[in-house]
């Protein structure tokens, strides 16, 4: 089986700093990783993906992610943040285990303060 | 382009009711997966659809689900005798090819069903 953690719920962080959102993932076989976003009122949207090449994975908006097997991890990270960065950000995963779908985690929300 | 979209942006019903729910994937996209997004948490995967056919529904929680698809167009989610615990939103997404495992999936704006 397959497993998604984020931790943190709500994140709150001050316009040009550091954001960081965190994933810890469960795959007894290789991962595929993903980060999407979802703004108020629109449908998910496609942050970045870890499909086995780069361990460093960049994204859109500035975004980018690093693949940590040792750790089962994949932190979401921006160095500055902006107001329009405030979402609801969801990581997931996948595997060939049969299932062939994504399993996501329970989503941080993002909150970027003046 | 045209995005996924999905009809009716809000479904209030009555417990007992059954309801259609409505995917439009975006063009050319061969694959469609249905999710339900309860309050608070992360998307839980339903349905795949290949084509018309759906290789993977393991994701369905009762037989009072069901879904088709018509050949690589518009996709219907059928909740039969609706329950309280069915209130949710529910995601549609489609990809191009249809290697659920890495293919990046897009999100129509869901449609949100409250069962009275």
């Known amino acids: 089986a397959q497993s998604v953690t984020q931790l943190g719920s709500h994140v709150s962080v001050s316009e040009g700093a550091l954001v960081l959102l965190r994933c810890n993932y469960s795959?007894?076989?290789?991962?595929?990783l993903f980060w999407y976003v979802q703004y108020p009122n629109q449908g998910l949207q496609l942050l970045l993906k870890?499909?086995?090449?780069?361990?460093l994975v960049k994204g859109i908006n500035g975004f980018e992610a690093e693949f940590k097997k040792s750790e089962t991890s994949f932190h979401l990270t921006k160095p500055s943040a902006h107001m329009s960065d405030a979402a609801e950000y969801f990581c997931?995963?996948?595997?060939?285990?049969?299932?062939?779908?994504?399993?996501f985690g329970s989503g941080t929300r993002l909150q970027v303060q003046p | 382009g045209a995005g996924v979209s999905q009809s009716p942006s809000n479904k209030v019903t009555e417990k007992g009711k059954d309801v259609e729910l409505r995917c439009d994937p975006i063009?050319?996209?061969?694959?469609l997966y249905w999710y339900r997004q309860r309050l608070g948490q992360g998307l839980e995967f339903l349905i795949y659809?290949?084509?018309?056919?759906?290789?993977?529904k393991s994701g369905l929680p009762s037989d009072r689900f069901s879904a088709e698809r018509t050949g690589e167009s518009v996709s219907t989610l059928t909740i039969q005798r609706t329950q309280q615990e069915d209130s949710a939103v529910y995601l549609c997404?489609?990809?191009?090819?249809?290697?659920?495992?890495?293919?990046?999936?897009?999100f129509g704006p869901g449609t949100r069903l409250t069962v009275l």
């Open positions: 997404a489609s990809s191009l090819v249809g290697r659920p495992l890495t293919d990046t999936q897009y």
């Open positions: 795959s007894s076989v290789p991962p595929y």
């Open positions: 870890y499909t086995s090449a780069a361990t």
């Open positions: 997931a995963v996948s595997s060939d285990t049969g299932r062939r779908a994504l399993t």
């Open positions: 063009s050319g996209h061969t694959a």
């Open positions: 659809f290949q084509g018309n056919s759906a290789p993977d």
